[in-house]
């Protein structure tokens, strides 16, 4: 296969347009380039075109796993199932996320942090940080050291009931509806049970 024509992006800077014969345009850093001997007029091998395609998906892997860690917090499982969900090959999105990590823009020690900070400060306990960990793909070896920036849950729970009792004591109805509310919210049950008793509202064990 020949190289009809090599010229600059004129969208993106120290991008490389390299035209095949065929029509087929080759998107490729100038490094890149390089690194091949591109040239116009250059014949190519099966092989040599087999590895500068290569060279060219993997790239734009990474500038795609580059522009989804850059819109928002992820950690590496969930950039990996996006990079998946858009078609890309295994290995690209292996090498996309083995990228990312080793510049340090995706941290699954450090992700699990902010998911624990997030959804502490809105109140919620160690069980439903855990299913949002378990969900987000984090792996466990990084949750203990997450859990541990959760604010108390003794005073997570009184601020919860303390909103939405206020000084008046519900009635044994509305008393069941918050002990569920807050079990949805992470807490075990012998929590909610010692924060009703400090109210004065005695709960029995369950």
Not at 10 to 20: A, C, E, I, N
Not at 63 to 76: D, H, N, Q, T, Y
Request: proline content about 3%; overall charge neutral.
């Amino acid at each position: 296969m020949r190289i009809e024509e090599i010229k600059p992006s004129q969208r993106k800077q120290g991008r490389l347009l390299v035209k095949l014969e065929d029509g087929t345009i080759l998107r490729l850093s100038e490094a890149e380039a390089a690194s091949f001997g591109l040239r116009a007029g250059m014949e190519l091998d099966s092989g040599q075109l087999e590895a500068i395609q290569a060279a060219v998906r993997r790239s734009a892997a990474r500038r795609k796993a580059a522009e989804l860690a850059g819109s928002r917090a992820l950690s590496r499982r969930e950039l990996e199932q996006k990079l998946t969900r858009k078609g890309l090959a295994a290995e690209d999105v292996q090498d996309a996320a083995d990228w990312l990590e080793d510049l340090g823009a995706i941290d699954d020690g450090d992700y699990a942090l902010l998911v624990a900070r997030h959804y502490g400060a809105r109140g919620y306990g160690p069980g439903r940080v855990r299913q949002e960990l378990l969900r987000r793909g984090v792996p466990k070896e990084f949750w203990e050291d997450a859990l541990e920036q959760l604010p108390e849950a003794r005073k997570s729970i009184d601020a919860f009931l303390q909103k939405k009792c206020g000084s008046v004591a519900p009635d044994e109805r509305e008393r069941k509806r918050l002990c569920d509310a807050l079990l949805r919210r992470g807490f075990s049950w012998e929590e909610i049970r010692e924060a009703w008793n400090r109210l004065g509202a005695e709960m029995p064990e369950e």
